[in-house]
T-cell receptor, first 112, second 114 residues
Framework: GESVGLHLPTLSVQEGDNSIINCAYS??????FIWYKQESGKGPQFIID?????DKRQGQRVTVLLNKTVKHLSLQIAATQPGDSAVYFC???????????FGAGTTVTVRA | SAVISQKPSRDICQRGTSLTIQCQVD?????MFWYRQQPGQSLTLIAT?????????ESGFVIDKFPISRPNLTFSTLTVSNMSPEDSSIYLC???????????FGPGTRLTVL
């Protein structure tokens, strides 16, 4: 079946640098995408979302980019901090099917 | 966003027994979902908890193994029945005020089956 997946399972980044986490999706009917952050021992925390009528959305220190042509989603974290160390999941759904499908997850480790 | 709590936060159970997990949200929501997250893995949807009717289960999950209740718009339970060590996972509930809204997750219940 169609699925959402991530390009890299781990990412190590120097504190203060920018981080980029990538996600590929294959369901062309998907029109809603979400990034979640999951810290150890906690449930997933909503970071930012984007709908398919947009290609970029910015939040506080985070930016999500959507390229529908190649079915690619990315999360950019500016000035990465130690508190950003976590597992990051992309998830997708469609208007016709509100259920979320999750990618495999990328573990981000911030080096001091 | 809604405040979601789960009980218990963790448990260690013997094989063959059952555990009921509760999910409580501080506001009325249309949608409630149950997910499983196996160790080191991503999240997999178990079922959609429907208020006033039977839950809708995903492929690979059955009502006899994971009975779900949804008595009102703020509460749901998931029971893991006749447990085996393979059921050791984190079980998470999520809520969305409306179907097209963002889903927010509870803190999870960490289950270990011996």
């Amino acid at each position: 079946g169609e699925s959402v997946g991530l390009h890299l399972p781990t990412l190590s980044v120097q504190e203060g640098d920018n981080s980029i986490i990538n996600c590929a999706y294959s369901n062309s009917a998907s029109d809603y995408f979400i990034w979640y952050k999951q810290e150890s021992g906690k449930g997933p925390q909503f970071i930012i979302d984007i709908r398919s009528n947009m290609d970029k959305r910015q939040g506080q220190r985070v930016t999500v980019l959507l390229n529908k042509t190649v079915k690619h989603l990315s999360l950019q974290i500016a000035a990465t901090q130690p508190g950003d160390s976590a597992v990051y999941f992309c998830a997708e759904s469609s208007t016709n099917d509100y259920k979320l499908s999750f990618g495999a997850g990328t573990t981000v480790t911030v080096r001091a | 966003s809604a405040v979601i709590s789960q009980k218990p936060s963790r448990d260690i159970c013997q094989r063959g027994t059952s555990l009921t997990i509760q999910c409580q949200v501080d506001s009325q929501v249309t949608m409630m979902f149950w997910y499983r997250q196996q160790p080191g893995q991503s999240l997999t949807l178990i079922a959609t908890a429907n208020q006033g009717s039977e839950a809708t289960y995903e492929s690979g999950f059955v009502i006899d193994k994971f009975p779900i209740s949804r008595p009102n718009l703020t509460f749901s339970t998931l029971t893991v029945s006749n447990m085996s060590p393979e059921d050791s996972s984190i079980y998470l509930c999520s809520v969305a005020p409306e179907p097209t809204d963002t889903q927010y997750f509870g803190p999870g219940t960490r289950l270990t089956v011996l």
